[in-house]
């Protein structure tokens, strides 16, 4: 097979060569601004390694070590205590908060501090809390997300409560939480007597995941929708 020509033709190897020239001419001219940019960027870099090694990092374990206390009054359903801490022993959710907030720690804690406050019955300041957590984690994520439904629909909002339902149902994309949410979701439908879109995300709960654990209950539900 004959093989084609691969050098560029005259007026080719012209182009390229007023190409490259304006090249250099525009790098010539704009020398000092280049190396600003770079040097700007250079300086960027650095400047997130130091703080990374000597302020973020000691910062972010500084947090872990301090929230230890309160997490386990959390786990022990002490939730008053383990929002304010006790002084002179260990710091509170809401001191971690206040402290560290800019850490991943102090993300996490604004879940602790929303989830201790709902269960106390306090909640305006569960979505306060509640709301200020940002995760991607597939599992504490969607919780955070139910959790705030949880609160609106305690708050009579059932609406509203549907909303963050789906939503977390949808993030959650799992056997574990999505009926449950679902379910959720269905059971305040039918508060406000939507039956058929309560019926709707039952059937989907059966079919698409059939071996849910409360599995009688959905089918009850669904009873009851399509009545």
Not at 23 to 33: D, G, P, R, T
Request: with cysteine.
């Amino acid at each position: 097979m004959e093989r084609k020509n691969e050098l560029p033709s005259a007026k080719e190897g012209k182009e390229q060569s007023l190409s490259a020239s304006s090249v250099i001419a525009f790098v010539e001219s704009h020398q000092n601004l280049i190396l600003a940019v770079l040097a700007g960027i250079v300086a960027v870099v650095a400047l997130y390694f130091v703080l990374n090694q000597y302020v973020w990092g000691p910062r972010e374990d500084t947090a872990k070590g301090e929230i230890f206390k309160a997490q386990q009054m959390f786990a022990r359903d002490s939730f008053q205590v383990a929002l304010d801490g006790k002084e002179d022993e260990f710091l509170g959710f809401l001191d971690i908060i206040d402290e560290y907030g800019s850490t991943t720690t102090g993300n996490l804690a604004c879940a602790y501090a929303g989830i201790c406050y709902k269960n106390l019955g306090q909640y305006e300041d569960a979505l306060k809390y509640l709301n200020k957590f940002s995760g991607e984690d597939e599992l504490v994520s969607p919780s955070i997300i139910g959790s705030v439904g949880d609160c609106y629909w305690d708050l009579d909002n059932a609406s509203k409560a549907i909303d963050y339902y789906l939503k977390a149902a949808k993030a959650a994309n799992n056997e574990l939480l999505t009926p449950l949410y679902k379910k959720r979701a269905a059971l305040a439908y039918l508060s406000l007597g939507k039956k058929s879109e309560a019926a709707k995300l039952l059937e989907s709960i059966t079919t698409e995941y059939p071996s849910y654990a409360d599995m009688n209950e959905v089918l009850k539900f669904l009873e009851i929708a399509k009545q």
